[in-house]
């Protein structure tokens, strides 16, 4: 895998990037002791405030299975092909998006939050930027018939979905 991006909501004061996690992953094929050391890494950074919605062990063993999960939904899901070398075939550096709500397409960052090319390219002013934690839920948008905050999810998480 050579580009990675690795972000982190509701386990510290602020959004985190995991450049440790992000570090381990670079150069390497994405198979399962890349992923479970990614995770580990992204664990290591998360202080979490304890709530209603979990305790900090709790809320930090979450970032490791999410940061698991979608680095394997991402090879899955883009029919990655890992080559002898380990090199990622899955080589797409844009992310498209379409909104069926005004039949437009965008091009923009695999890394952008969903919000942001909302508003910004394609010009839906409706999902509000908010706390950008996923907190007070003004991102909030419909993403194939879910109910998803769009300051969590990538742009590239979007591709070919119905909003």
Known sequence: MQEVAIALTNVGP???????????LRGKALND??????ARLAMSICDPVEDQRGDAEYKTAMAGEMTQRALRTRALAR??????????????????SSSTASRSTCWSSRASCSIHSLREKLQHTGPHIGCETSHCGACTVDLDGMSVKSCTVLTVQCQDARC
């Open 79 to 96: 029919h990655a092909l890992i080559d002898d070398r380990g090199d990622d075939m899955a080589r797409s550096k844009r992310s498209r």
């Open 14 to 24: 602020s959004a985190l990037k995991a450049r440790a996690a992000e570090d381990a």
């Open 33 to 38: 002791a890349p992923i479970a050391e990614a």
